[in-house]
């Protein structure tokens, strides 16, 4: 759940503190658990084709500040902060229109933690359907596209907290036997 992200945070801050540079704290909460598990054709950094699994802080991800402002899964706002206040509430809806991926969103970020590209100051993103189709500076936005403002955010592929048993399943049609 998004509780287990401060506990994540927190144990990747703490080794921060002790010395371990930044990048690799990011890399070892977002594409090395996607690596490990497989999955990293499709998450753990912000990639061109990747879906588009983002969290918004407030901070550089390993400040004592740093807040989520808003997470993104799949091109969705499923977390946003609201003004004013210090907690964050479930912005998805059951009965949320679907419709809505087939829209391009432009995201405008400060900046962008990409993990694979580096950092981008005033970065953009743009996503349709759900995944990540630019990554970069100097694009020009669609006109169709729908701008998000996230000027004032550092930009984080979404985290991967291995407690979360994302992976680690046995589907039912599946019969598993010591061999």
Same mark, same amino acid.
């Given at each position: 759940?998004?509780?287990?992200? %401060? $506990?994540?945070?927190? %144990?990747? +801050?703490?080794?921060?503190?002790?010395? &371990? *540079?930044?990048?690799?704290?990011?890399?070892?909460?977002? &594409?090395?658990? %996607?690596?490990?598990?497989?999955?990293?054709?499709?998450?753990?950094? /912000?990639?061109? #084709? =990747?879906? %588009?699994?983002?969290?918004?802080l407030s901070a550089d991800?390993?400040?004592?500040?740093?807040?989520?402002?808003?997470?993104?899964? $799949?091109?969705?706002?499923?977390?946003?902060?609201?003004?004013?206040?210090?907690?964050?509430?479930?912005?998805?809806?059951? !009965?949320? !229109?679907?419709?809505?991926?087939?829209?391009?969103?432009?995201?405008?970020?400060?900046?962008?933690?990409?993990?694979?590209?580096?950092? /981008?100051? $005033? #970065?953009?993103?743009?996503?349709?359907?759900?995944?990540?189709?630019?990554?970069?500076?100097?694009?020009?936005? *669609? =006109?169709?596209?729908?701008?998000?403002?996230?000027?004032? !955010?550092?930009?984080?592929? #979404?985290?991967?907290?291995?407690?979360?048993?994302? +992976?680690?399943? /046995?589907?039912?049609?599946?019969?598993?036997?010591?061999?």
């Amino acid at each position: 759940g998004f509780g287990n992200r %401060a $506990d994540l945070l927190f %144990a990747a +801050g703490a080794a921060v503190r002790w010395g &371990l *540079p930044e990048e690799t704290a990011l890399r070892a909460v977002t &594409l090395a658990p %996607a690596e490990f598990l497989g999955v990293a054709d499709r998450v753990g950094s /912000i990639e061109k #084709g =990747k879906h %588009a699994d983002l969290v918004f802080l407030s901070a550089d991800p390993f400040r004592a500040s740093s807040v989520a402002q808003r997470v993104m899964v $799949d091109g969705e706002f499923v977390f946003e902060r609201r003004p004013g206040d210090d907690r964050t509430y479930d912005a998805a809806r059951a !009965d949320a !229109d679907r419709s809505k991926k087939k829209e391009i969103l432009a995201v405008k970020a400060g900046r962008i933690l990409s993990v694979t590209q580096g950092v /981008i100051s $005033d #970065g953009l993103i743009l996503v349709e359907n759900g995944k990540i189709t630019y990554v970069g500076r100097g694009q020009v936005i *669609p =006109k169709n596209a729908k701008v998000i403002d996230a000027g004032k !955010d550092v930009v984080v592929p #979404g985290m991967i907290d291995l407690n979360s048993h994302l +992976g680690f399943h /046995i589907d039912q049609s599946e019969s598993w036997t010591a061999r």
